[in-house]
Each structure stands twice: as C-alpha cells, then as structure tokens.
C-alpha cells in the first residue's frame, strides 16, 4: 500500500470511530462524552489499526473506559468495516492515550508559576 492511502485510511478509520463511539455505544457503566480518538496508526497492510483513546477522569475511569472498548471491539469492527466498506476490517487494538491529560497538567504548572512570578514581584 501506499503511503497516503495508508494515511487516509487512519484519518476514516478516526472519524468513523468518534462517530460509533458518540452515537452507538451505550454502556451505562462509561461515559463517552469523555472519550475522544486521538489517533489512528494503521498497518501497511491495513490489517491492523491502533486507535489511540484519551479519557479525562481518574484512573478508575480510565480503566473501566478501556474495558467496555475492549469488550465492544467486535461491535466496533463490525460497525467500522460497513462504515468505511472494507472488505476486510482491520483487527482493532485501543491503547491508552495519555498526552491530552499530560498537556493539561502542564498547562496548569505553567500558570501556577506565572502567578506565582507575578505576586513575588509586587512588593
């Protein structure tokens, strides 16, 4: 495969995946307005997808999110191979995406000091 037509495939693969997860799944025990898909590494073959999931909330939440995935992952494909028309759905893998909650975190000790350098100024 093509380098592009592997970099489209992730960018569908992503959309479509936002658009099953919102609209499709309906777990009580997870909320998915929570959820986003961050990113879609897609084998050169098309054979295989990581979806990379980030979750705002504690770790239990994070892992409870990462088992409802991981138990609606045939759903998932099933839904994802009508979705995009593949003739063969890639196997799915969701890993954890931490990089969203890791650039918050930041953000905030980044303020932190600034304040903090703001009010040691003032006399």
Do not use: C, W, Y
């Not at 777990?27 to 990581?50: C, E, I, Q, Y």
């Not at 045939?74 to 890993?95: S, Y």
């Amino acid at each position: 495969m093509t380098k592009r037509r592997q970099e489209r495939m992730s960018v569908e693969i992503q959309r479509f995946l936002a658009q099953i997860l919102m609209e499709q799944i309906k777990d009580p025990r997870v909320d998915l307005s929570t959820v986003s898909v961050t990113r879609v590494d897609v084998s050169p073959d098309l054979g295989h997808a990581r979806i990379h999931i980030s979750v705002l909330g504690n770790e239990e939440k994070q892992q409870q999110t990462m088992k409802v995935l991981e138990k609606a992952k045939g759903f998932v494909r099933t839904e994802l191979a009508k979705g995009i028309q593949l003739r063969h759905a890639p196997e799915l893998e969701f890993r954890l995406d931490k990089s969203i909650e890791h650039g918050i975190r930041i953000s905030s000790l980044l303020e932190e000091i600034k304040q903090d350098e703001e009010t040691g100024k003032k006399p």
